[in-house]
């Protein structure tokens, strides 16, 4: 019991104890304490008129009263203060959200569970032509009717953000769900950033045309200087032809990059045949091998899976990336060590890759292989006729593909480069 209420006991026991008194005073005891305990309940019921009428319409001020009614004014005044210091703190926070996404230079727009638009902020207003009076309560698919964008949110897979042209705009959008079935939109503008890649991309395509002319008449004219010159001269024109032969292999690669860079999508409807595939790349490798390592071709199907199961898109892209793999395994296994091209299947997709026994590479290299020029021993690639730009083509390639690249690999064990195509890409 409170100590409140024990006082109220106390007192009400007082109370009727005065009135018990007065009763034998008159001879009317039961008279006396009805009268007083009329009294206790009209007080009592007086005060709790008041209380719903405060509790209707909170003031500043709490009610004057005594007894156990001061204390439950007490209590819930307080609780009404620490509401109203809560709700202004909300408030607050609210407020500065709401400034701050506002000033935002991110298109952001809330939705609710029937993707109907709950907010959105000034960006997003310009950027989807959006106006707070009419569109607040729409649904976003009435707005934004691109059939890309339409199915992007029908799919209901937001791992990877959207690309979208609107208004000559190019326009990247992600959407996160949180909360009970709200989604955040968020988008941003790429125009002048996409338009800076185009003409990088340009750049290096067109640099290196140009370079080919000049390198092409070179070379002529030093193996017409090698066939007419003494064993001394020799040398070092045999070694500007295989400078020249590097820097023609790089632009090759460059111009294949850039290539990759700015083709359309991959046709996913085109089947490739991997058998066929794996089998050029192999035979190409044998030949370029020339005996030095034992190289196998391992196509290993799933017994209950169809034999003619393919992969999709583009054939020659693809046979450029597994060729550029080989390569490597060739070139970073030591004469005599072991080779595998395989291909398998799973209930996930397809797994094609290269396994070596070669010279391998130490853990801290793994993430930055893919990087162009990104080399774990620069004159050891060079030597072999490394341009540091395989593995960027063979992710370039992977990325088109919806396929991802796997690096196992420890120093001195050797490596294994697996491509993994999932089965969502098959299904394409
Ligand atoms: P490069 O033309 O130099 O081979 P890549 O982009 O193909 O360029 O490979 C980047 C680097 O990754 C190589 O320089 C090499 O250090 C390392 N690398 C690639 N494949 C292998 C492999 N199979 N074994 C060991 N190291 C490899």
């Known amino acids: 019991m409170t100590p409140q209420l024990q006082r109220e006991l106390a007192v009400l026991t007082a109370w009727m104890f005065f009135m018990l008194m007065l009763g034998s005073m008159f001879g009317s005891i039961a008279g006396f304490l009805f009268t007083g305990l009329l009294v206790y309940v009209i007080w009592n019921l007086y005060n709790l008129n008041k209380l719903s009428k405060w509790l209707a319409k909170p003031s500043k001020q709490s009610p004057e009263a005594i007894g156990v009614w001061d204390d439950v004014y007490y ?15 909300l408030a607050s926070i609210l407020g500065r959200f709401q400034k701050s996404t506002q000033a935002l230079p991110y298109a952001t727009i809330i939705l609710n569970d029937l993707n109907e638009i709950e907010w959105f902020n000034p960006a997003a207003s310009q950027m989807f032509s959006l106006h707070t009076n009419i569109d607040i309560g729409q649904r976003i698919d009435n707005l934004i009717r691109q059939p890309k964008f339409v199915n992007y949110l029908l799919k209901n897979n937001f791992s990877e953000p959207l690309q979208l042209l609107l208004n000559q705009k190019k326009i990247i959008l992600s959407i996160t769900p949180y909360g009970s079935g709200q989604y955040l939109i ?13 003409m990088r991309r340009d750049f290096i395509s067109n640099a290196s045309h140009e370079l080919r002319t000049p390198l092409t008449v070179m070379s002529g004219y030093i193996e017409f200087l090698q066939h007419r010159c003494d064993e001394i001269t020799k040398v070092p024109l045999d070694k500007v032809q295989q400078q020249i032969e590097r820097m023609n292999n790089i632009i090759a690669e460059l111009i294949e990059l850039a290539k990759l860079e700015s083709a ?65 395994a060739i070139r ?23 396994q070596d026994s070669g010279i391998g590479i130490n853990y801290e290299h793994i993430p930055r292989l893919t990087e162009r020029f990104y080399r774990v021993d620069e004159g050891r690639s060079r030597e072999q006729g490394g341009t540091g730009l395989g593995l960027a083509i063979v992710k370039h390639v992977l990325d088109r593909h919806n396929a991802n690249l796997h690096i196992q690999s420890s120093a001195g064990k050797g490596s294994t480069f697996r491509c993994d195509f999932p089965l969502s890409y098959l299904e394409h």
């Open 264 to 328: 359309t999508a991959v046709d996913y409807s085109v089947e490739v045949n991997t058998r066929v595939l794996l089998n050029e790349v192999y035979n190409e490798a044998l030949s370029l091998d020339k005996n030095q390592h034992s190289i196998e071709l391992v196509i290993e199907e799933a017994p209950d899976t169809n034999p003619a199961f393919n992969l999709h898109g583009s054939y020659e892209e693809l046979r450029i990336a597994f060729s550029n793999l080989l390569t490597n």
């Open 186 to 198: 968020s988008a941003r503008d790429i125009t002048s950033r996409s338009q800076l890649d185009d």
């Open 75 to 89: 209590q819930l005044y307080n609780l009404y203060k620490r509401q109203r210091k809560s709700r202004r703190k």
């Open 332 to 354: 970073y296994t030591p004469e005599g060590g072991d080779i595998k091209l395989f291909s398998n299947v799973s209930d996930h997709g397809i797994s094609i890759g290269v």
